[in-house]
């Protein structure tokens, strides 16, 4: 029995090497299955072991990946891709169309997290082994943009190991296992402890990075993170706090890696509700039904005093739903309602409002950079001009409840569009709620307007893209005009890294260890 | 006997389910973990099944029920965060609370009593003075504050100590160990301070105390007179008598130092149970947060039922009272 015992000791106790990599993040990947959680996290993660037919490259352009090359079927019938050859699954079996075939079934199956990137799909042919057609009910544009993530599994591998379908319930085979074509395979998988990744040989790409072997940590509390980056225990942390990126600047130890998200800051209205629910004298009616009233909010907050104090110029103010940078965005539009407290108590006058009404805000306090401390800045600017906010600041799990539940008379929303793309936050943020066609699901305030709605559709069918963007203006310049959201700034995106260590930081959050470079 | 020990069994049994009920009438105040399941895309319909799939849709006391129904079979259910049974992740993460609150608590004894000794030897010495004044420290500094200190002066300044984690463990069968590395051993140092620091101070006052106390004894200064050396004196004769008291406050700090274990491991990003309930509290991980606070309350109920029984046998005068009471 001792002897067994012996036996079963093992030593994981790799030797220090020269170009090891560790870094930490918040939160750890949920899962190892890129078709079962569509988060952040787990995609960022997985884009090191799987592959897309396409991916981002460092300006977030969308470039090859396992398919060579891509083209229109006639008149917008659909996409032909040419598959890459050669391509090799870490476990040696070799990629080709029915790969694909099998992975759009995974990924689009309903026990999949990512199924919505594949509501245009009308069908995927295979044409030979390494010529796949993927058919849309209507000509769309983006639709090779938004399948970026859409992650390749064997089809082999996946069915001798049972993991047909993602399984986010009770987890599968694939939930702690990963069989990719990526540059990095998962050598050793501890949820929540460590996850221990190492280059693979077989790659199909040249290698442009010097890391051996590279570990990710979570770790959950951010004072921890930052002594870890100080003291050399990891090499990469994200994020750091924004209190504690001056100091960090000053450290010549370590560098500080700034830039902005795609997430866009906002102030949301109930446009449906035909009463405030948290107003003290203001009863019978919603004032934020009326434009006049939502425009004297963009008025009255000081978004650029915000961003000096609050986020001590770490942040970029924003007139729209999507960020500079991102496809689609309105440039001609990118005058925020100026700072006016004048005009403010003018259009609330005009409303009938000149001694201004009290209201309920909702905002949470654990879920966007300093959120609780914008949000109180924006309730003393408010009362400035007689809106007077009781600001109601919780945790991130009881905030989306209480949005569904209408329990609210304004509120902070912050959206990240997933495809990068401005066609994003119209369908899940200003396109009138219906959840047949899966339109407006985050639209909690129930915005509608039927230019809008008309619009969307064509917007996501038009493949020429100067008419596609004088599209988008026209909903860009309908929800400014309306003040639908008060839209305040893009949220930063601040990274540290260890000074000898050099990575490139993409507005997805995505943190790719193909381009971290260790000098020695 | 008998009687008594069904009687202290069933009480106990009692207030682990009144523990459970309250548990889970508490977590729809954590919030909802719907969000944190389904992606960006997600639509009402998804929303509505999953709530109905997982039950939450159902009244808390329903919930509950099902709950105990798994857990008297051993089942507690699958993470909602990582989608895997709950009694593997515990079986994972719990040997590293454990061999941390073992330190700890080893370090609290040990120290604390031989600080405790030394400072009621020499009661007057300026070092035993000193010591009194810098235990105030630990009864009065948060757990949190100790930690970050001990990171930024032992990692961040001076190198000499990882700054989280359990560096490597070795793998023995189903328990993991960070005794048998080095890396494993530095890593324990921080956390275990941190971790016994309140008690090793609360041992080493009551130790002091104690001994004050039974330093005036009759039968110490018989000692004395009769020539035999301090030493005898002090450790084969007063220490002994001192250690009941210290013994039973032991006993049940080492529960608390279990369950205190959730700061430290969260300042030092410690895998053990106690960030494991942390993380699940931020997630909503309800069968996690569920079989989390079972086990704790199981362990609480366990050490006391333990106390009252070894209460029943050594005091013969609890006996004899309840016979007569009858």
């Known amino acids: ?520 | 006997m008998l009687a008594f020990v069904i009687q202290r069994v069933a009480q106990s049994v009692l207030v682990l389910l009144v523990v459970g009920l309250v548990a889970f009438s508490m977590f729809r105040f954590v919030g909802d973990p719907i969000d944190n399941m389904l992606g960006q895309e997600r639509t009402q319909a998804d929303i509505d099944r999953l709530r109905t799939t997982l039950g939450l849709d159902q009244p808390f006391v329903v919930q509950y029920v099902k709950f105990l129904g798994g857990a008297v079979q051993g089942n507690f259910g699958v993470s909602y965060r990582q989608g895997r049974p709950v009694s593997d992740i515990l079986m994972e993460r719990a040997p590293a609370t454990l061999e941390l609150a073992a330190v700890s608590g080893f370090l609290a004894i040990s120290i604390g009593i031989g600080l405790g000794v030394f400072t009621a030897i020499r009661r007057d010495g300026w070092a035993a003075n000193t010591i009194m004044s810098l235990s105030l420290i630990g009864v009065s500094l948060p757990t949190f504050l100790i930690g970050i200190l001990l990171i930024y002066l032992f990692s961040v300044e001076l190198g000499w100590l990882p700054s989280f984690g359990r560096g490597d463990t070795v793998r023995i069968g189903g328990w993991t160990t960070g005794f048998l590395t080095e890396s494993g051993l530095k890593a324990l140092i921080l956390p275990s301070i941190t971790l016994g620091l309140y008690q090793m101070t609360l041992i080493m006052r009551l130790v002091r105390s104690e001994m004050l106390e039974v330093l005036r004894q009759d039968y110490i200064r018989f000692a004395r007179a009769r020539g035999l050396r301090d030493r005898a004196v002090n450790f084969r004769h007063a220490l002994k008598n001192t250690l009941v008291p210290v013994i039973t406050v032991t006993g049940l700090q080492l529960g608390s130092i279990i369950a205190f274990a959730i700061i430290t491991e969260t300042v030092f990003q410690w895998p053990g149970v106690g960030l494991l309930f942390i993380n699940a509290i931020q997630f909503v991980d309800i069968p996690v947060m569920a079989a989390y606070l079972m086990l704790i309350s199981v362990m609480f109920v366990g050490i006391n039922l333990i106390v009252d029984l070894l209460y029943f046998s050594i005091d013969p005068r609890l006996r004899a009272d309840r016979t007569k009471a009858h």
């Not at chain 1, 739903?321 to 003018?346: C, F, H």
């Not at chain 1, 009938?352 to 309920?360: A, C, H, I, Q, V």
């Not at chain 1, 966007?368 to 400035?384: F, H, I, K, R």
């Not at chain 1, 905030?399 to 539940?405: M, N, V």
């Open chain 1, 1 to 520: 029995m001792r002897r067994h015992l012996f036996a079963a000791v093992l030593l994981c106790a790799p030797a220090a090497h020269a170009a090891e990599f560790t870094w930490s993040e918040t939160t750890d990947p949920q899962t190892m299955d890129p078709h079962a959680v569509n988060s952040t996290p787990v995609l960022g993660f997985l884009g090191n072991v799987y592959e897309g037919l396409v991916r981002r490259d460092e300006d977030m352009k969308i470039v090859p990946a396992l398919a060579t090359g891509w083209e229109p079927i006639g008149e917008g019938e659909g996409w032909r891709f040419s598959l890459r050859q050669g391509v090799k699954f870490h476990d040696g079996s070799d990629f080709d169309a029915t790969d694909v075939l099998f992975s759009y079934e995974r990924a689009s199956s309903e026990q999949a997290d990512t199924s919505s990137w594949f509501a245009p799909v009308s069908g995927v042919r295979m044409v030979d082994n390494y010529t796949v057609e993927i058919m849309t009910n209507a000509p769309n544009p983006i639709f090779v943009d938004s399948i970026a993530n859409w992650m390749m599994l064997d089809s082999g591998w996946a069915k001798a190991n049972d993991a047909t379908r993602p399984d986010k319930d009770a987890g599968n085979y694939a939930t702690l296992n990963t069989n990719g074509t990526g540059p990095f395979r998962v050598t050793r998988r501890e949820p929540g402890l460590r996850t221990v990744l190492e280059p693979f040989d077989g790659w199909w790409d040249d290698a442009t990075h010097n890391i051996t072997r590279a570990e990710l940590t979570p770790i959950q509390n951010p004072a921890t993170a930052v002594a870890a980056l100080l003291s050399g225990d990891v090499d990469f942390i994200n994020p750091v706090p924004i209190q504690d990126t001056e100091r960090l600047k000053q450290n010549p130890d370590v560098n500080v890696i700034q830039g902005i998200e795609a997430r866009v800051i906002m102030l949301g209205f109930p446009h449906e509700a035909a009463t405030l629910k948290y107003s003290a004298e203001t009863m019978d009616k919603n004032p934020f039904a009326d434009v006049r009233v939502r425009q004297a909010v963009g008025h009255a907050i000081n978004v650029p005093a915000i961003l000096q104090t609050i986020m001590r110029g770490n942040a970029q103010e924003v007139s729209q739903l999507v960020g500079p940078g991102m496809r689609g965005y309105s440039t001609g539009l990118a005058e925020r309602p100026a700072y006016d407290t004048d005009r403010a108590r003018a259009l609330l006058a005009e409303a009938g409002y000149s001694d201004g009404f009290s209201f309920g805000f909702k905002c949470t306090n654990d879920r966007y950079l300093n959120d609780e401390s914008v949000c109180q800045a924006v309730t003393g600017m408010l009362a400035q001009v007689g809106l007077r906010a009781t600001l109601d600041a919780m945790p991130v799990q009881n905030y989306w409840p209480e949005l569904r539940a209408d329990n609210y008379d304004m509120y902070l929303l912050g959206w990240s569009p997933g495809t990068f793309d401005a066609e994003h936050p119209i369908r899940f943020l200003a396109a009138t709620p219906n959840e047949e066609k899966k339109l407006g699901s985050w639209n909690f305030g129930g915005y509608s307007n039927a230019r809008v709605d008309e619009l969307l559709p064509m917007i996501q069918s038009e493949i020429d893209d100067t008419k596609r963007q004088g599209m988008l203006d026209e909903v860009t310049a309908i929800l400014q005009d309306q003040a639908a959201y008060t839209t305040l700034y893009v949220q930063p995106l601040i990274w540290g890294t260890r000074a000898n260590i050099e990575l490139t930081q993409r507005p997805d959050n995505f943190f790719n260890l193909r381009w971290v470079t260790v000098d020695q």
